[in-house]
């Protein structure tokens, strides 16, 4: 009985991950939404990186949209981020967005020339 | 304390990314005091952020290692503090310091490092210099002059 019950825990808690992964990863059409967490830093790149080029593989995205909604603090790490999957997807005429940056990380973005290859809406 | 000292703390952490965050967050606290705008707060944490994440992946070569942090608060004038931090690691020097320096200038193009570090740093504190011999370490040291007003007055 016991058994049974922490399957059924662990089950939904996978069920939850699943859940919060779609909901960080979403594909409209032929964007890859992405949900950027509260900081970007260098320790949350990796993830961001994999998670992104996995989907962009998979799913034959061609656009890019970086959703800094949550997002509160960021550093040249982020840039990186943003760089790199600028360059996997523009071979291909996709194009990449930022959107919901606040004041700080919309002011980042442009003094940092960012703004030459994404589209800050 | 010494002359016109304030406050100082010192910071010693195991180079790991996850130490990015409490760094930064430990800068925040050390000038929270201060009444300083939020930007100027933002400021210091993302320079200590792209200086800790620098001795981090380029210093230790992400291979661990020990990463200090000093920051001292000392009063300039009645209302202006001035902040400076230091961090230190013992890691593989830097041979070119000024080629570093420059933007968009990375080694870490694989792990897709932007090369914007220490023009963030320089963006966001008034001085920084960087000291750095080969197989000895990095000291990168950064000051900030911060306007504050006394609460009490």
């Not at chain 1, 019950?5 to 964007?31: G, H, P, S, V, W």
């Not at chain 2, 200038?105 to 570090?117: D, V, Y």
Request: charged share 25%.
């Amino acid at each position: 009985m016991l058994v049974l019950f922490l399957t059924f825990l662990i089950l939904r808690r996978e069920d939850r991950q699943m859940e919060a992964k779609t909901r960080e990863y979403a594909i409209i059409d032929n964007y890859l939404c992405i949900k950027m967490p509260a900081e970007v830093d260098h320790h949350k790149a990796a993830g961001i990186r994999e998670c992104a080029d996995k989907m962009i593989l998979d799913d034959k995205v061609k656009n890019i949209v970086f959703d800094f909604e949550d997002t509160t603090f960021m550093d040249s790490s982020g840039l990186g981020i943003i760089i790199g999957r600028y360059r996997k997807i523009s071979c291909f005429g996709g194009k990449v967005y930022a959107v919901n940056a606040n004041e700080r990380i919309t002011r980042l973005l442009t003094t940092s020339g960012m703004t030459s290859i994404i589209e800050v809406l | 304390m010494e002359g016109n000292v304030i406050n100082k703390i010192k910071l010693e952490f195991e180079a790991v990314s996850e130490n990015e965050a409490l760094a930064r967050v430990v800068a925040a606290a050390f000038i929270a005091g201060l009444n300083i705008t939020v930007d100027e707060l933002e400021d210091v944490k993302t320079a200590v952020s792209e200086a800790v994440t620098n001795a981090i992946i380029h210093g230790y070569k992400e291979c661990g290692g020990t990463v200090i942090m000093d920051a001292v608060l000392k009063r300039e004038r009645k209302e202006a503090c001035l902040l400076s931090i230091d961090i230190c690691d013992t890691g593989v020097g830097i041979e070119d310091v000024e080629r570093a320096m420059q933007p968009m200038f990375t080694t870490g193009l694989e792990n897709e490092r932007s090369g914007m570090g220490f023009s963030f740093m320089e963006a966001f504190m008034d001085k920084v210099i960087v000291t750095s011999s080969l197989n000895m370490g990095t000291v990168v040291h950064m000051e900030k002059c911060l306007k504050v007003y006394d609460k009490r007055q």
